[in-house]
Each structure stands twice: as C-alpha cells, then as structure tokens.
C-alpha cells in the first residue's frame, strides 16, 4: 500500500537510513505511475467510435511548448513550430496534452539544440512530426521505443513507461506512431491521428 510505502520511508529518514528511505521513495513513485497509467488505459478503453473529440492541434502544441521552455533543458533549445491554426484531431484534450507533453519532453532530454515540430494534413489523417538534433540511435535502440519499461537513457529517472504510454494513447485513439533514427542524426517520431470531423 503507498501510504505504508510512505511511512516507512519517513521512518527510515527519521532514523538516518537515507538510501533505504530513498529506495522506498523511488519504487513508491513508480508503483504510482502505473496506477496512473492503468487508470488512464481504463478511461481511453471506454472511449467508442460514436465518440467524436475535436481538439486544436497547434495551441496545444504551443501550450506544451510554452511549459518547457520554463526548464533548464527547454529553455536552451530552439523549437521550431509549423501547423496550420484550423487543424483539428479527433481526441480528447487532456490525452493530446499527455501524449505532446511526453515526445517533446523526450525530444528536449535528448536533442542539442533544436527542436522541430510540423504537421501533415490529408483529407482524413495529420500525421505530426516531431524532430529532435540529438545524438539518435541505433537501428536496435529505436526497435525498442515504446516498449514498457525501456529507458535508453540509463543516467535518467523514471519507469520508462513514458513512450508506452503514447504508445497506447495513439492505438487507442485510432492512430499510428512510428521512431526513425540514426546515430548522429537524432529522432524522428511521426505521429498519425484523424483529423476532426466536428466543427468547433
């Protein structure tokens, strides 16, 4: 149970045992983040096809932008923005925001100075592209991409469940994401979702 996880942890600090306490920590704030992610999965499995979202492409981009430029890392970086205003993606909001939130994240941890981001548009499709300048990956490193539990980053923190999370978001949205990288080349994450049919 978290709350036992977390008294615990206070009692291993109170008592000077930091690493303990901080081991405690960590596996409390991962078991916490797949409760997250398997509430999230519960809430996208009841979505339908009679379910039809509208969400604005570019301000949410714009939005997630905006938020990483406020970090260290974000803040450094040039990021390059070319969507089209009246482009419009049939899903919900919240999930847009999670799923843009966790590929620019991603693309501001590894590239080195620039991050481009644009979109596709066909009659029934947008597919998003989003393109980081940092050292890229294998062709056997980029297979991995999106699998539970993967971090290529080993010096990093976190479950590695971020790009499995998006992994799903998309699949259950009715869309299709794909990783294309070389070493030296940096990543290229291609995003395909439809295209709105609401008017909002």
């Known amino acids: 149970h978290l709350s036992v996880m977390q008294s615990e942890s206070e009692n291993f600090r109170n008592s000077g045992q930091t ?24 809430r996208l499995k009841t979505r339908t096809s009679a379910d039809f979202l509208s969400s604005p492409l570019r301000s949410s981009v714009l939005k997630v932008v905006n938020a990483l430029e406020r970090t260290p890392q974000g803040n450094a970086l040039d990021w390059q923005v070319d969507i089209d205003a009246s482009i419009n993606v049939d899903i919900d909001s919240s999930d847009l925001i999670e799923l843009l939130g966790i590929l620019l994240e991603n693309a501001a941890n590894w590239s080195n100075s620039e991050v481009k981001i644009f979109a596709e548009a066909n009659d029934k499709t947008i597919t998003l592209n989003v393109v980081d300048n940092g050292p890229g990956l294998t062709s056997a490193q980029t297979a991995q991409l999106g699998k539970r539990g993967v971090r290529l980053d080993q010096q990093g923190t976190g479950t590695g469940i971020g790009l499995s999370i998006a992994n799903e978001i998309v699949a259950m949205n009715h869309g299709k994401i794909s990783f294309h990288s070389e070493k030296g080349a940096g990543l290229h994450v291609k995003v395909t979702l439809p295209i709105s049919s609401v008017q909002i």
């Open 19 to 42: 690493e303990h306490a901080d081991t405690i920590e960590k596996l409390g704030q991962d078991m916490h983040a797949i409760i997250d992610h398997q509430l999230r999965l519960s």
